[in-house]
Nanobody, 122 residues
Framework: QVQLVESGGGLVQAGGSLRLSCAAS????????MGWFRQAPGKEREFVAAISWSGGSTYYADSVKGRFTISRDNAKNTVYLQMNSLKPEDTAVYYCAARLYPSEVVSEYDYWGQGTQVTVSS
């Protein structure tokens, strides 16, 4: 069982940066791949980024490639999402999620956090 808690969201101007954190409970955090997803009002939840258990492999949605960076610190049971050059269309609730292997598919993740709001003003 893994419990996930996101933090770091907020209001930022376009072009700004934010770093999201996702703290996990449990001793098996390092066994899980982690993903970040987002959901804007009236839209489906979509993939943003994922990272393997070791951090050696990372995956990004085309819409964030080159602007966002996913990383993890297994000693701290935490995964991060560094978001640079933010755009108004990045506004959404951001969720972290865990499963054994990296995936871009929402339904394949076993554990989810409660989400953190990111708002980018123009």
């Amino acid at each position: 069982q893994v419990q996930l808690v996101e933090s770091g969201g907020g209001l930022v101007q376009a072009g700004g940066s934010l770093r999201l954190s996702c703290a996990a409970s449990g001793r098996t955090f390092s066994s899980y791949a982690m993903g970040w997803f987002r959901q804007a009002p009236g839209k489906e939840r979509e993939f943003v980024a994922a990272i393997s258990w070791s951090g050696g492999s990372t995956y990004y949605a085309d819409s964030v490639k080159g602007r966002f960076t996913i990383s993890r610190d297994n000693a701290k049971n935490t995964v991060y999402l560094q978001m640079n050059s933010l755009k108004p269309e990045d506004t959404a609730v951001y969720y972290c999620a865990a499963r054994l292997y990296p995936s871009e598919v929402v339904s394949e993740y076993d554990y989810w956090g409660q989400g953190t709001q990111v708002t980018v003003s123009s």
